[in-house]
């Protein structure tokens, strides 16, 4: 096993292996189109905000090493990470994978944010290719279950994924829309922790997403400590 170790002051923390793969109903050809061109990568990585495109510049572009047709090394301090695209029928498994020890149910900020972007992905491409979006994103500490909870109430639609610490819906709201909920906490809990809800549209006139924006701030603040948005304009 490879073990990376970094320093924080006078501390060695071992850092965590990771694996995430998912299923897009996709030839690989698509997939390698929508996670090398930058332009493609804007219309399912994260989340609108005035640095997304050099986050993806940095991410894609300048640490990453394309080895077409099926791999893709991004280079960072955690000793990297890579993507590798493998055919399963008529789709293709997206996976990617950084070293590292395991560690049962710890917690990883970089692993969770794969998980979320490689559903945004899969979102794109089996619903809306080529498709432009707009999304509202609201950061706060709530408690997951009760948001869970109350979301499915909020949101007609059905589980797009479900994980220890992410819940996503597909829903036909909001032009054919995707809710990711990613919590710092297991999803299950009553606690309160942090949390992050990324609600992706399509196709809403400017009235209509300012309407959809002033309501799910407003949802938002009655559940969570702190309520915080982040939107396209």
């Avoid at 609108?48 to 301090?77: C, F, K, N, S």
């Avoid at 220890?164 to 990711?180: C, E, K, M, N, S």
């Amino acid at each position: 096993m490879v073990r990376v170790k970094h320093r924080e002051g006078n501390q060695v923390t071992v850092q965590k292996a990771f694996e995430v793969e998912v299923k897009i109903d996709a030839a690989p050809d698509r997939v390698w189109a929508a996670v090398t061109d930058p332009a493609a990568i804007e219309r399912w990585h994260g989340w609108d905000y005035d640095g997304l495109a050099a986050e993806i510049q940095y991410i894609y572009v300048d640490h990453a090493t394309l080895a077409p047709p099926d791999r893709l090394i991004i280079a960072d301090e955690t000793g990297g990470q890579e993507i590798v695209l493998v055919p399963d029928g008529s789709g293709t498994r997206i996976r990617v994978t950084r070293p590292g020890e395991a560690a049962v149910d710890q917690y990883d900020m970089i692993e969770e944010g794969w998980r979320s972007f490689f559903q945004q992905l899969r979102h794109y491409l089996e619903r809306h290719p080529d498709e432009e979006r707009r999304t509202i994103f609201l950061e706060g500490d709530a408690s997951p279950a009760a948001v869970v909870a109350d979301l499915r109430a909020k949101v007609a639609g059905r589980d797009w994924h479900a994980d220890r610490y992410q819940a996503g819906i597909a829903t036909d709201d909001f032009g054919g829309g995707l809710v990711i909920l990613a919590s710092g906490i297991p999803v299950a809990a009553d606690e309160t922790g942090p949390m992050m809800i990324t609600l992706t549209t399509h196709g809403l006139d400017d009235e209509v997403f300012a309407a959809t924006k002033r309501g799910w701030l407003a949802w938002w603040s009655g559940l969570a400590q702190n309520p915080r948005l982040t939107s396209a304009p």
